[in-house]
Structures are given as C-alpha cells and as structure tokens.
C-alpha cells in the first residue's frame, strides 16, 4: 500500500510504458545445460551469441529465466544476464522470464530493474510470477504457502518504487518505512509488464497494471490449447479486464531441413517435458544438479511431437505457429529453440532459419489475422 503524503505521478491506464508493437517476437532463453560435458560458462556465453543474433534477425524482445540447483537452467540472475546483454545489443528489448518475486526483497528487484533500464535506454520488458519448484523454496528458506501474496506485495512495492521515487509499505510479508529510490525507470512509468499466473487474485492486478498474462502452450497444437486461453480470459473478464485481452503464449519450436537434427529436437523436447513435470514436485529426481528426466502418463512420443510439434523445415513451423493466432489470438510469442541437446551452432543455425524464413511470415499472418480479437 502506499502511504498517505507521498506524491503519484500522473501515469497511462495499468501506469506502464505501452510503446511495445501489436504484436512481439522474442527469444526465450531457459539456459540449460543439456548435453554431457557442457559447461555453465559455454551456455551462458551461446546464450549472448543467440541474443545478438536475435537482434539482427529482428525479433522484438529476448527473454532470461530464472531457476535455480539444477542443470534446467543455470540462470539464477535474469535481471544480471539481461544488463551483460543490453551492453552488447542496441535495440531488442530484454527482461526476465520471470523474476520469482518471493525469493527476492521486492526493494532489491525495483532497484536492478531501473539499473536495467538506465543503462539500456529504457529496452526494459518486466516479467514476474509467484514461482512453481518446491525444492527452490525449500532451499531459500522461503514458505511456499505464501507465495501468491508475496507476489502481490513485492508487485506494489515495485511499482511504488520505480513510479514514485518511494516506498512505504506496511504489509503482512514486507514492512518498509518510508525509503527513497535514487534510480527509476526513464520514462517514470512502469516498464511493459508480463505475468506468469492464472489466479484470480495475479489476474486482478495484471488488469489494475494493464500486464500481458502469459501461459505456456509449449509443443501443443492451437486446439488443446484453448482451453488455457478461456480459463484465463474468464479471469480477465472477472476482473473487469479490457478487451481483447493480451495474451503471451511460451512456444517450443526448431526449424531445421536435417531429419537427424529433427528427432533429436523431439527427443530434447520430451525430456524437457518431463523434467518440467519432475521440477514440480517435492523432491525432483536428481544427480547432483542434473535432473533425471522421468516419463510420465500420456507423455507424447518422438513420432508425435515430430508430426505435431512446429518442428523442422521453416513452412511446417510457420503454419503450425499461423495456425494459432485464430484461435489463440496472442499479442506476444516467446519462442524457445534452445531444448533440443544439439551443439550450440545447431541452435543458432535454428534461429537464423527462424528469423530469416519464419518471422516475416508471421508478422504478415498476424496483422492479417488480427491477433488481439476478443
């Protein structure tokens, strides 16, 4: 909440900067190390190399996650790794995918954020969410149970930060007397906002903050998709969301002619699955940091995510990605390429494929589409 006595700046509807494109194509980083003897350092520096390639390929944005105590990612810092990339890139828009706001002091992550975007000329997307691996909680020291309104607190106390100049805040998860912040965004203004939830109470204050919500559609086709989309749509409603809704939508995909480098994606594109689902509970099967991927019921098989998944040549990948803006009708696609367990120069071969003789294709279906129709 915000104490009486300190002054608001005049902001636009949800207080955030919305000089973001229609619609977004941008590059999702997870950082994992999947393939034997590969190395935190040779993927985080692959990791800068796709980035600045994203930018020439003119994709609209990048994205950094955060995990941590696995090999999924070795990303604990997303707002670290988007500052070393916005010294080395001009024009794509970065952030984290997501902050996980209750393993941070909201006051440490408003203060990084406007670094960020001091130092990049304003290149700043904001992604948050409440977090989903018991074991990182765990190991933080942080109740799991509290999450969701940690999330809601860190939120304010953020916005109240790099809108204002100030922070007082008297909750039940945070208690800060009134404190000023040197640094703020440059606009005054909050920067665009994403977030990963589908509680009502995270949908109420994305729509107070006129942030995108964003859902994992992964390897499935538009139509088992939609679902998610009219779950969480219904939230945005209850909220007294505008509409069309924005819609983020996270897409694994692999563009490649070489039917060796194909299976090999759906075979890294199934055992991402599986450790996605393994991370999520209680004790995830480890050996040391590396996860050990485990099946589960109703898994997809290798045949199936290569008939179904937009993976392989460059026009199966369009129409798979042009067949969900109808349906699923985003504003934002966050493209993920880096699951296969290919060398690094496969994966930046995919991108380059991606950006040359993907991306334009896109962009014209979706302004001939309409993507953000209610």
Same mark, same amino acid.
């Given at each position: 909440m915000r104490a009486s006595g300190i002054p608001a700046r005049e902001l636009p509807a949800g207080g955030q900067d919305d000089s973001l494109p229609a619609m977004q194509f941008a590059l999702f980083n997870l950082m994992s190390m999947n393939h034997p003897g590969e190395t935190p350092a040779e993927v985080l520096h692959a990791t800068v190399r796709n980035v600045r390639l994203a930018e020439e390929l003119g994709f609209d944005a990048t994205w950094f996650a955060e995990?941590?105590?696995?090999?999924?990612?070795?990303?604990?810092?997303?707002?670290?790794?988007?500052?070393?990339?916005?010294?080395?890139?001009?024009?794509?828009?970065?952030?984290?995918?997501?902050?996980?706001?209750?393993?941070?002091?909201?006051?440490?992550?408003?203060?990084?954020?406007?670094?960020?975007?001091?130092?990049?000329?304003?290149?700043?997307?904001?992604?948050?969410?409440p977090g989903h691996q018991p074991h990182e909680f765990r190991s933080f020291?942080?109740?799991?149970?509290?999450?969701?309104?940690?999330?809601?607190?860190?939120?304010?106390?953020?916005?109240?930060?790099?809108?204002t100049g100030r922070v007082?805040?008297?909750?039940?998860?945070?208690?800060?007397?009134?404190?000023?912040?040197?640094?703020r965004t440059l606009s005054g203004r909050m920067p665009p906002m994403f977030v990963a939830t589908a509680t009502p109470a995270l949908l109420a204050r994305a729509v107070r903050a006129g942030a995108t919500p964003m859902i994992s559609q992964g390897h499935r086709p538009a139509p088992q998709s939609a679902g998610m989309r009219e779950a969480i749509l219904a939230g945005w409603r209850a909220a007294g969301g505008a509409e069309p809704m924005p819609l983020?939508?996270?897409?694994?995909?692999?563009?490649?002619?070489?039917?060796?480098?194909?299976?090999?994606?759906?075979?890294?594109?199934?055992?991402?699955?599986?450790?996605?689902?393994?991370?999520?509970?209680?004790?995830?099967?480890?050996?040391?940091?590396?996860?050990?991927?485990?099946?589960f019921d109703?898994? /997809? %098989?290798?045949?199936?995510?290569?008939?179904?998944?937009?993976?392989? $040549? *460059?026009?199966? !990948?369009?129409? +798979?990605? @042009?067949?969900?803006?109808?349906?699923?009708? /985003? %504003?934002?696609?966050?493209?993920?390429?880096?699951?296969?367990?290919? $060398? *690094?120069?496969? !994966?930046?071969? +995919?991108? @380059?494929?991606?950006?040359?003789?993907?991306? /334009?294709t896109l962009r014209v279906a979706a302004a001939g589409v309409g993507t953000r129709a209610a």
């Amino acid at each position: 909440m915000r104490a009486s006595g300190i002054p608001a700046r005049e902001l636009p509807a949800g207080g955030q900067d919305d000089s973001l494109p229609a619609m977004q194509f941008a590059l999702f980083n997870l950082m994992s190390m999947n393939h034997p003897g590969e190395t935190p350092a040779e993927v985080l520096h692959a990791t800068v190399r796709n980035v600045r390639l994203a930018e020439e390929l003119g994709f609209d944005a990048t994205w950094f996650a955060e995990h941590h105590f696995s090999n999924a990612s070795v990303c604990a810092s997303p707002l670290m790794m988007a500052m070393h990339c916005a010294a080395v890139t001009s024009r794509i828009r970065l952030g984290p995918a997501v902050v996980v706001l209750p393993l941070h002091h909201p006051l440490r992550v408003a203060q990084e954020v406007a670094m960020l975007d001091q130092i990049s000329g304003g290149r700043v997307l904001l992604g948050v969410g409440p977090g989903h691996q018991p074991h990182e909680f765990r190991s933080f020291g942080v109740p799991m149970a509290g999450r969701h309104a940690m999330t809601l607190e860190g939120w304010d106390i953020v916005e109240q930060a790099l809108t204002t100049g100030r922070v007082h805040h008297l909750g039940e998860h945070y208690r800060i007397e009134d404190t000023p912040v040197a640094a703020r965004t440059l606009s005054g203004r909050m920067p665009p906002m994403f977030v990963a939830t589908a509680t009502p109470a995270l949908l109420a204050r994305a729509v107070r903050a006129g942030a995108t919500p964003m859902i994992s559609q992964g390897h499935r086709p538009a139509p088992q998709s939609a679902g998610m989309r009219e779950a969480i749509l219904a939230g945005w409603r209850a909220a007294g969301g505008a509409e069309p809704m924005p819609l983020g939508l996270q897409r694994y995909v692999f563009v490649t002619d070489d039917a060796a480098e194909a299976r090999q994606a759906a075979r890294g594109l199934l055992a991402l699955l599986r450790n996605t689902l393994a991370l999520r509970l209680d004790q995830p099967p480890r050996d040391g940091v590396h996860l050990r991927p485990v099946p589960f019921d109703g898994e /997809p %098989s290798e045949d199936w995510m290569l008939e179904h998944a937009p993976i392989g $040549p *460059a026009e199966k !990948v369009a129409a +798979a990605l @042009a067949a969900d803006l109808p349906v699923l009708k /985003p %504003s934002h696609y966050s493209l993920y390429m880096g699951f296969t367990g290919l $060398p *690094a120069p496969a !994966v930046e071969r +995919a991108i @380059a494929r991606f950006g040359r003789d993907v991306l /334009p294709t896109l962009r014209v279906a979706a302004a001939g589409v309409g993507t953000r129709a209610a």
